[in-house]
């Protein structure tokens, strides 16, 4: 087995299907960035089984893969959306958990970003409660684009829809989020989203 | 973009070394399920292949019949890709393709019929009633600071190193419905997998249900010691 580190997702994942062995190099390429979202969703308590599952799934039917999509990315969160659909007691739990803890203020940072953090702080745990009270499909976009920092078309892939939805959707969610933040954000701009 | 950057500031993270030392335990999953997977696989096609099917079949229907205990909700028995779950008020039980036997409980009740449905699955399991495996606790009655329950708790003799523990039995939740992933690979030869199920004295200032879910473990021998190791 060889491994062309220049190879796309799309072809490792062609080449898989005759030489199995080759979807582990998937693995290694995106599983750092996908453990960092399931944990961030739903903690250590079931990252690292939650990951192991998402890329067994994603192994299991990877004969089903969009080859016109190169970058695996949207694929595997899509697969990792619905793996952590199956823990919503474990990510209540965990947005509880946030709330609180972002409600207990900043810890000292004296970093670049500093600014944000204590924006973070200060909203952090009514943020936190908004996210808690959105629909799972809103929440689940809205941490797509946020946490897992995906493009609109990558958000609508990984969800199965349009980039035109995705946008739309990640709008009204916006809306509702300001209207109940309060309009108080002190970070607030009148920019765009991209 | 305000509200994104303020998201994106409060996602949580682990440490890099956590990540890594998570990473590499995801990654054993990973590579042993896919073995695992492919092996099943392989093993499976000669039957097919001798057109066996519906004897297969025929035979996992069986075992889904023979492993419903009281109080099976009729239907509820998927195939699709997963290999078979059985499904009771009480519990379920999960076999996917890579072997993994997945333990969702919700009540702890019918443990005969749970012992027979792990044992079909491949998983040498012993469930009874009795006291939770807990080390920490050690033997005897511990109240739990949390809730204010009482469980009888059993440092159990003979039990395999946590190491193995750890590769067994993953959970999560202490409170019902508690699920319970076992890698029965993981398993070494001639261990049993010891499931107590555990009913505590539920204390009157609290509204929980007096049942906590204390996890699986992993004997040396399939015959269930008794209490009197030391505390760890």
């Known amino acids: 087995m060889t491994i062309d580190t220049q190879a796309s997702d799309a072809d490792l994942i062609a080449r898989s299907l005759a030489e199995p062995d080759l979807f582990t190099a998937v693995f290694d390429r995106h599983s750092a960035e996908i453990l960092r979202y399931v944990y961030a969703r739903l903690g250590a308590e079931l990252a690292e089984d939650v990951t192991a599952e998402t890329f067994l799934a994603a192994f299991g039917c990877r004969g089903r893969y969009d080859g016109s999509w190169p970058d695996a990315r949207p694929w595997l969160y899509g697969i990792a959306v619905r793996q952590i659909r199956r823990h919503r007691r474990v990510e209540a739990r965990r947005l509880r958990l946030l709330r609180s803890a972002l409600a207990d203020g900043p810890a000292e940072d004296h970093s670049d970003r500093v600014v944000e953090r204590v924006t973070a702080a200060r909203l952090g745990p009514r943020l936190a409660a908004v996210l808690a009270a959105l629909p799972r499909q809103d929440r689940e976009l809205l941490l797509l684009f946020a946490w897992a920092e995906l493009s609109y078309a990558e958000a609508a892939a990984a969800l199965g829809t349009t980039a035109g939805a995705v946008k739309a959707r990640l709008h009204r969610i916006r809306v509702r989020m300001r209207r109940e933040l309060g309009g108080s954000n002190p970070m607030n701009e009148e920019n765009g989203d991209e | ?232």
Request: glycine share 10%; proline share 9%.
């Open chain 2, 1 to 232: 973009m305000s509200e994104i950057n303020t998201l994106r500031e409060m996602r949580p993270a682990p440490p890099p070394a956590e990540l890594e030392a998570m990473r590499m335990t995801a990654r054993e999953r990973f590579v042993a399920g896919t073995r695992s997977r492919r092996a099943r696989r392989r093993s499976r096609l000669p039957a097919l292949a001798g057109g066996l099917t519906a004897a297969v079949a025929a035979a996992a229907a069986a075992a889904l019949l023979l492993t419903s205990g009281p109080g099976t909700v009729p239907g509820k028995h998927e195939t699709g890709g997963r290999t078979r779950t059985v499904v009771t008020a009480a519990w379920t039980v999960r076999e996917d393709a890579d072997g993994t036997v997945t333990i969702y409980m919700r009540q702890y009740t019918d443990p005969a019929g749970l012992q027979q449905a792990l044992r079909a699955d491949g998983v040498n399991a012993i469930v009874r009633q009795g006291p939770g495996a807990s080390p920490t606790f050690g033997n005897g009655t511990t109240a739990l600071p949390a809730t204010g329950n009482t469980y009888s708790t059993c440092n159990y003799a003979d039990t395999a190193p946590r190491a193995v523990q750890r590769a067994v039995v993953t959970f999560a939740g202490q409170d019902l419905p508690a699920r319970f992933i076992i890698h029965p690979d993981a398993m070494p030869p001639g261990s049993a997998l010891f499931l107590p199920f555990l009913v505590g004295t539920r204390s009157p200032k609290n509204a929980n249900t007096g049942i906590v879910a204390f996890p699986p473990v992993v004997l040396t021998s399939d015959t269930v010691p008794a209490c009197g190791g030391p505390h760890s």
